[in-house]
């Protein structure tokens, strides 16, 4: 008998249908059942694939990219990542203007991936012209035959997640979900996620995580945009100085804060305690998850899915960095025994 060869035609095969793995050690003594959807499984290790293929193909459906064409879009890097993959597997250009928040890891990866970069000022309004969302704009105008993928207000964000992480998560817990915590930053993946998850069983509550210093909980909870809540913080691709489109508030039930420091120490114990090498931001929602049990959200029948974004290989020079960590201040006298180290001669 002939033995068929068993390869995958492309990496693109291989992104979505990413494992829910059960947290063990770390949830010990929190009440509830608790399963993480951990992203870095996908090949651009990022959930971002997702809808960098998603709206990439619907585009390519509908008539409007053609070979050698150029893709352009704003990204705190893994976005970015993901179009610069889909574009050299199908022929694109890829362009991206990323936030100078962003880690030089990440920048260099972009370069990698053959992506031209264009390094913006993160602390400027987003409608100032030098902003990346600016900055891809006037790129888009100026470049013919040019798609912007302008994933904070492309419900085709959505819809990616609609089509995929949620019937997965479904199928994976045979329907016995009870909550859903998820980062919001474009809004896609929570919204996504939770509109499919919802049509199942409306009782799923689903619970977003925000970064203090970003407006989404405050509008979520009034309706209304306060400039006041805006101000600098460290995690990237989580929270936001502006209201996207890409996120559906009402499927959203509630919002959690959570501090740059807490998030960047849960996301080192993630890995001390499971073996999980994850991002900053499945620190925040890990963090978020601590907080919301001690709040009293969940009980032993809780099953809880967590959608932990993107890998901690993404983070070396920021928060698994201990001379980084310093520098922001999160190491004190009781810390700092995580990052003893001893050098031999
Ligand atoms: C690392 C990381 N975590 C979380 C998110 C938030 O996901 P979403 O944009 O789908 O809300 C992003 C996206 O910007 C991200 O890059």
Same mark, same amino acid.
């Given at each position: 008998?002939?033995?068929?060869? *068993? @390869?995958? +035609?492309?990496?693109? !095969?291989?992104?979505?249908? #990413?494992?829910?793995?059960?947290? +063990?050690?770390? =949830? ?41 064409? =150029?893709?352009?879009?704003? =990204?705190?890097? %893994? ?17 991206? /203007? ?13 370069? =990698? ?8 000022? /993160? ?13 891809? *704009?006037?790129?888009? +105008? ?7 993928? %302008?994933?904070?207000? %492309? ?22 979900? #009870? ?6 930053? #474009?809004?896609? #993946? ?45 995690? !990237? ?10 996120? $559906? ?11 740059? !420091? ?9 890995? *001390?305690? !499971? ?23 969940? $009980?032993?029948?809780? +099953? ?31 810390? @700092? ?9």
């Amino acid at each position: 008998m002939k033995e068929e060869i *068993k @390869a995958h +035609n492309n990496l693109l !095969e291989l992104i979505g249908n #990413t494992p829910l793995i059960k947290l +063990n050690k770390i =949830t010990q003594k929190m009440k509830g059942n608790y399963f993480a959807k951990v992203e870095a499984f996908n090949p651009g290790h990022s959930t971002k694939d997702r809808i960098a293929l998603y709206i990439i193909e619907e585009a390519e459906r509908k008539g409007i990219l053609k070979p050698g064409d =150029t893709i352009i879009e704003t =990204t705190s890097g %893994n976005t970015g990542f993901s179009i610069a993959m889909v574009s050299i597997i199908k022929g694109y250009e890829c362009i991206l /203007a990323v936030s100078s928040k962003s880690s030089a890891d990440k920048i260099d990866m972009l370069k =990698t991936m053959g992506a031209k970069v264009y390094v913006c000022p /993160a602390h400027v309004s987003a409608d100032d012209p030098r902003s990346y969302y600016e900055v891809a *704009k006037r790129l888009h +105008n100026e470049i013919k035959g040019s798609v912007y993928i %302008n994933q904070y207000f %492309n419900e085709l964000n959505i819809d990616a997640h609609y089509q995929t992480t949620g019937p997965e998560i479904w199928e994976q817990t045979a329907g016995k979900i #009870t909550h859903l915590v998820a980062c919001s930053g #474009t809004g896609g #993946t929570i919204s996504g996620t939770a509109r499919f998850l919802k049509e199942q069983n409306p009782n799923i509550k689903v619970i977003g995580i925000d970064a203090y210093g970003s407006v989404l909980q405050k509008y979520h909870q009034t309706k209304e945009f306060d400039a006041n809540e805006i101000y600098p913080y460290r995690i !990237e691709g989580l929270g936001k100085n502006l209201i996207p489109t890409a996120t $559906d508030f009402d499927i959203i039930d509630k919002f959690e804060k959570v501090t740059d !420091e807490s998030s960047a120490h849960t996301a080192r114990e993630l890995a *001390k305690t !499971e073996g999980l090498f994850v991002g900053y931001t499945s620190g925040a929602a890990m963090q978020g998850l601590k907080q919301l049990e001690e709040e009293g959200e969940f $009980d032993e029948n809780s +099953n809880i899915i967590v959608i932990f974004p993107d890998h901690g290989s993404r983070y070396m020079s920021k928060i698994f960095n201990d001379e980084w960590m310093n520098q922001q201040g999160f190491f004190d006298s009781e810390t @700092a025994e995580i990052h003893k180290i001893e050098y031999v001669k």
